[in-house]
């Protein structure tokens, strides 16, 4: 991954998937900005675009459903 890709995590509250994710990406030692999808409408419909299901993960122009094959 090129140095300036920015990585975003699209998550909602209260899926442990997502924790799970958030952990992963911080034990990986992945600069990342997570994006609540409750709290931002535009971070919802940008979700929408690729599934309904979180967290999602934005890396430059790959895009990661879930968390190691799991979802919340």
Known sequence: MAESEKVYLYTAPECGVCDT??????????????????????????VLKYTIFVPLIVRGDKIEIGWKGAVG
Request: glycine letters at 8%; zero cysteines; hydrophobic letters at 40%.
């Open 21 to 46: 994710a958030r952990a992963g990406l911080r034990a990986e030692g992945v600069d990342f900005e997570e994006r609540d999808v409750m709290k931002d409408k535009q971070w919802f419909e940008d």
